[in-house]
C-alpha cells in the first residue's frame, strides 16, 4: 500500500537540514511526499523550540494538521525538533492528538520508530541537551531548489547568550571534520548545487572544539580545491571572531560570497554585557572598519534584539545611530521574548510589550531608509545573479539574486526581459532599486522571458 507524507518544516536552515535528512529516510522506507495535508497518511512537523512564538507556531500547526485526522483513519501526526526535545514527556500530556514525538538525537531513525508501531501514544527523546552529530553517510533529500543548498558544519553551541536556549536545546559545539564537510559539498555539487550556504550556529567557532586556529579559513580552503561550486555564502558569524586570515581569504576568492550574516544582537555596552555577549561598541566599529577595509562592497546583514531587560531609550538611540553609521544592507529586528530556563529570564527591568513593539517599528523603520539608498548604488550597474524562476509576485517576471542577497531572508531581483533558466548565474543590468528588491534586464539577452 503506497504510503504518503506531508511534511512542514518550521524555524531556521539548519532545521531544515534535518527535515532533508527525514525525507531521505522516510522516502527510502517507501513515503511518497505530497501537497497537501488531506493526501498525507503521514503529517510529519519539524518543530523549532529556540522563543515562545515558535513553539506557539509548532503548537498551532500540530492543531491545525490534527484536524486532517479526524477525515481519515489510519493518519499519523508526528512532532519532530527543537520543541520536542526542549519540552520532553510534557508534550504528551499538552499535545494528545500527536501520536509520536521524537528528540534531536533521534530523528534520523524516524523511519524504523514508525515501522515499529504502537497502540500506545510515544515520545522518544533522550533527557538533556542534544548530542547527535550528522555526517556525510545520513543521506538527504534537498527540499530547496536544486541549484542551492545549505551545509551545516556543527551542531550546538558554547557561547550560552543570556537570552539563548539553544545550548540547552542542541548541546555543546560539535564540529564536522573537514573530510566530512568536503565529501557531502562533492555530493551537493553532483545533485546540481550551485550556491551552497554554510550554516551553524556560530560559524567562527568551527573547530573550537579540535583546538584548530581558524579551522574555517581551513575548511574554506578545502571547499574551494575539492569542489567546483561557484557561490559559497556565510551565515552566522560571532562579531568578535571574524579573523583577518578570513577576510583575506574572501578577498582573494570571488566564489566566496562578498557576504556576511553577523548577529551583533544590539550596540550599547550595558545591554552586550548584559547579554553575555563577549564584546562592546568599540569591537563592533573596528569590525566593520576592517571588513570594508578587506572588502568594499561587501554585503552586510545582522539581527537586532530589542526590549531587552533593562533597555531603556537611550540604548535604542545608539542602536539607530550605530546602523545610521554602519550601513548595513540587511537588518533583521526581534522584540526579546521571556524565555523560562534562560538566564534573561530571572533579570529586572522587563519591558512592556506595547514599548517593545514600539522600539522595534522604530528601528525597522530607520533601516528601511538605510536599505533603500544602499540598494540605490546598483542601479546602473550590471550584477551577476542567480536565477531562482517564475516570480512569485507574478508569472509576468523571472527572479533571482545578487551575490548581496541570501536565499528566502534578504530581497530579490525582479528580471523583466531576458532567455534565463533556473540556476544560471547571468549578468543583470539593474535599472531600479525598491526599499528590498531590485528590477533589472538580463544583458545580451533576447526579449521576453524564458523558464
Known amino acids: 500500500m503506497k504510503k504518503t507524507l506531508y511534511l512542514v ?27 497537501e495535508p488531506q493526501q498525507a497518511d503521514l503529517l510529519l512537523v519539524n518543530t523549532c523550540g529556540f522563543i515562545r512564538p515558535a513553539v506557539e507556531e509548532a503548537i498551532d500547526t500540530l492543531l491545525e494538521l490534527a484536524r486532517y485526522k479526524t477525515d481519515a483513519t489510519g493518519v499519523q501526526l508526528v512532532a519532530t525538533g527543537c520543541m520536542v526535545q526542549r519540552y520532553g514527556a510534557d508534550l504528551a500530556t499538552e499535545l494528545p ?11 534520523p531513525e ?56 539553544i545550548p540547552a536545546i542542541r548541546g555543546r559545539l560539535r564540529s564536522r571534520t573537514v573530510e566530512d564537510l568536503v565529501a557531502e559539498a562533492q555530493s551537493l555539487e553532483a545533485c546540481g548545487v550551485r550556491e551552497l550556504s554554510l550554516i551553524a550556529q556560530d560559524l567562527t567557532a568551527y573547530g573550537n572544539d579540535f583546538g584548530r586556529k581558524d579551522a574555517l579559513v581551513v575548511l574554506l580552503a578545502h571547499l574551494l580545491e575539492h569542489t567546483a561550486i561557484p557561490w559559497f555564502r556565510l551565515l552566522y558569524l560571532y562579531p568578535s571572531s571574524v579573523s583577518d586570515a578570513l577576510l583575506a581569504l574572501m578577498a582573494s576568492e570571488p566564489r566566496i560570497l562578498p557576504y556576511l550574516d553577523i ?64 550601513q548595513f544592507d540587511h537588518v533583521g529586528v526581534f522584540p526579546y521574548a521571556d524565555e523560562e530556563g534562560s538566564a534573561a529570564y530571572e533579570f529586572s527591568g522587563k519591558v512592556g510589550e506595547e514599548e517593545k513593539e514600539a522600539r522595534y517599528r522604530r528601528v ?63 549578468p543583470v543590468h539593474i535599472i531600479e532599486a525598491h526599499v528590498y528588491d531590485l528590477v533589472g534586464e538580463v544583458v545580451g539577452g533576447e526579449e521576453g522571458l524564458a523558464t
Open 97 to 107: 492528538e500527536v501520536d509520536l514525538f521524537v528528540g534531536l538525537d533521534d530523528f
Open 263 to 326: 548577529p551583533l544582537q544590539h550596540v550599547s555596552d550595558r545591554m552586550l554585557r548584559r547579554m553575555h555577549r563577549h564584546y562592546g561598541r568599540a569591537t563592533l566599529d573596528a569590525l566593520v572598519s576592517r571588513i570594508r577595509r578587506f572588502l568594499p562592497d561587501c554585503a552586510l546583514r545582522t539581527t537586532m534584539l530589542v526590549g531587552f531587560p533593562g533597555e531603556t531609550e537611550e540604548d535604542v538611540d545608539q542602536m539607530v545611530d550605530a546602523l545610521r553609521c554602519w
Open 364 to 426: 525597522m523603520e530607520a533601516q528601511a531608509e538605510i536599505s533603500r539608498k544602499r540598494l540605490g548604488r546598483f542601479v546602473g550597474r550590471t550584477e551577476q545573479v542567480l536565477i531562482e524562476g517564475v516570480s512569485a509576485e507574478s508569472d509576468l517576471l523571472l527572479e533571482g539574486r545578487t551575490r548581496s542577497q541570501a536565499p528566502d531572508i534578504d530581497g530579490c531581483v525582479l528580471i523583466t526581459a531576458g532567455q534565463v533558466n533556473p540556476g544560471d548565474i547571468v
Open 110 to 165: 524516524i523511519a524504523g520508530l514508525l515501522r515499529a508501531g504502537s497502540p500506545e501514544r510515544r515520545v522518544v527523546t533522550r533527557p538533556g541537551p542534544a548530542a547527535y552529530l550528522m555526517d556525510r553517510t545520513a543521506p538527504r533529500r534537498l527540499s530547496t531548489p536544486s541549484h542551492r543548498s545549505y551545509l551545516k558544519i556543527t551542531e550546538g553551541c558554547d557561547n550560552r547568550c543570556a537570552y539563548c536556549m
Open 9 to 35: 518544516s518550521l524555524g531556521c536552515a539548519k532545521n531544515l537540514v534535518d527535515s532533508e535528512v527525514m525525507l531521505a529516510a522516510l522516502e527510502r522506507d517507501g513515503y511518497t511526499v505530497v501537497a
